[in-house]
């Protein structure tokens, strides 16, 4: 909300608009009322997240990257990791999600309440790219 009201509004001269401190819980309910009834509505969501599974979203460009530069993710773990676990090191080396892969995981995990059994669907729906993770 900071870089909102300290950098975008601002750089984009977004003044006129009404932003809307809330928690996520709230800005979902009120991007499913809009949607459901068609209505505009412009939420500050992160990539990935589950909405983008959930419903059909366009990105706004930010050409001037008000919003700074894009994060990733990344692990790391203890020194001599790789050499305890090397079945993990190389399933944590080969694996990747893309955007999409991730926002449709989470978006199971919401749907389902429980990780398990999220991670345990998505597996089952993406057999061949886990595979893929584990050659």
Same mark, same amino acid.
């Given at each position: ?10 750089? +984009?001269?977004?003044?006129?608009f009404e932003? $809307? ?8 309910q009120?991007?499913? $009322?809009? !949607?459901? /009834?068609?209505?505009p509505?412009?939420? $500050? ?6 909405a983008?599974e959930d419903?059909?979203?366009?990105y706004?460009e ?9 994060d990733? &993710? +990344? !692990?790391?773990?203890? /020194? ?9 090191? $190389?399933w ?15 978006s199971?995990r919401q749907?389902?309440g ?8 998505? &597996? ?6 886990v ?5």
């Amino acid at each position: 909300m900071q870089i909102m009201n300290e950098e975008v509004i601002p750089n +984009y001269n977004l003044e006129s608009f009404e932003l $809307t401190n809330s928690s996520e819980q709230a800005m979902m309910q009120q991007l499913d $009322t809009a !949607y459901q /009834n068609q209505d505009p509505i412009v939420v $500050t969501l992160w990539s990935p997240h589950y909405a983008f599974e959930d419903y059909d979203l366009k990105y706004l460009e930010d050409p001037d990257q008000a919003f700074g530069d894009p994060d990733d &993710i +990344y !692990y790391m773990g203890r /020194n001599g990791f790789a050499e305890d676990f090397p079945e993990v090191d $190389t399933w944590l080396k080969n694996s990747f999600f893309d955007d999409d892969q991730l926002s449709a995981l989470l978006s199971l995990r919401q749907e389902l309440g429980d990780d398990e059994e999220a991670a345990s669907q998505w &597996i089952e729906e993406n057999r061949d790219v886990v595979d893929s993770w584990l050659d």
